[in-house]
T-cell receptor
């Protein structure tokens, strides 16, 4: 089954304790992206990757890191989480044809609480 | 110029009625306008999308109306059903990038 998987689905942590949220897709997509979803703000892009070893900042990158060592994986790293990073996080992937307008497939989400 | 404004924030419709959600954008470089549907506990999923060379696209009970001159587009759900109850996001994308700019979402409740 074609899908985007994220782990963990739920995470409660404390301020300053480094954490990683994994994302993996099995559709051979070049493009991967991380979003955070907050009430009243919709989905905002954190980081994206056009292909292996190519990453760039989205609209709200502060406090986050990413890496893209393999095409299928795109982990999100919070080196020193703070309470304002409490949110619902989504990973997404799509083909990157350069034309635009490609359907993005979203993972099931990771609900993070930072105390 | 990067914003997509969506309204209303929430919407209650009776079963069988028409649900209408509106979005507006500023950036004329946007050339792809998808709508995503999100059920509780799930990730968003593409519902329907339109490009600005057409004024309307219909897929089953879902229709996008697009007004290029007004820089507005809307989602119409005909014969709304309780199973349509979800959060709907409009989005816009600029050609040659995959970057989606999302609206703030509309929580739709269809009452039986």
């Amino acid at each position: 089954e074609a899908q985007v998987t994220q782990n963990p689905r739920y995470l409660i942590t404390v301020t300053g304790k480094k954490l990683t949220v994994t994302c993996s897709q099995n559709m051979n997509h070049e493009y991967m992206s991380w979003y955070r979803q907050d009430p009243g703000l919709g989905l905002r892009q954190i980081y994206y990757s056009m292909n292996v070893e190519v990453t760039d900042k989205g609209d709200v990158p502060e406090g986050y890191k990413v890496s893209r060592k393999e095409k299928r994986n795109f982990p999100l790293i919070l080196e020193s989480p703070s309470p304002n990073q409490t949110s619902l996080y989504f990973c997404a992937s799509s083909f990157a044809s350069g034309i635009g307008g490609n359907e993005q497939f979203f993972g099931p989400g990771t609900r993070l609480t930072v105390l | 110029q990067q914003q997509v404004k969506q309204s209303p924030q929430s919407l209650i419709v009776q079963k069988g009625g028409i649900s209408i959600i509106n979005c507006a954008y500023e950036n004329t470089a946007f050339d792809y306008f998808p709508w995503y549907q999100q059920f509780p506990g799930k990730g968003p999923a593409l519902l329907i999308a339109i490009r600005p060379d057409v004024s309307e696209k219909k897929e089953g009970r879902f229709t996008i109306s697009f007004n290029k001159s007004a820089k507005q587009f809307s989602l119409h759900i005909m014969d709304s059903q309780p199973g349509d109850s979800a959060t709907y996001f409009c989005a816009a994308n600029r050609g040659a990038t995959n970057k989606l700019i999302f609206g703030t979402g509309t929580l739709l409740a269809v009452q039986p």
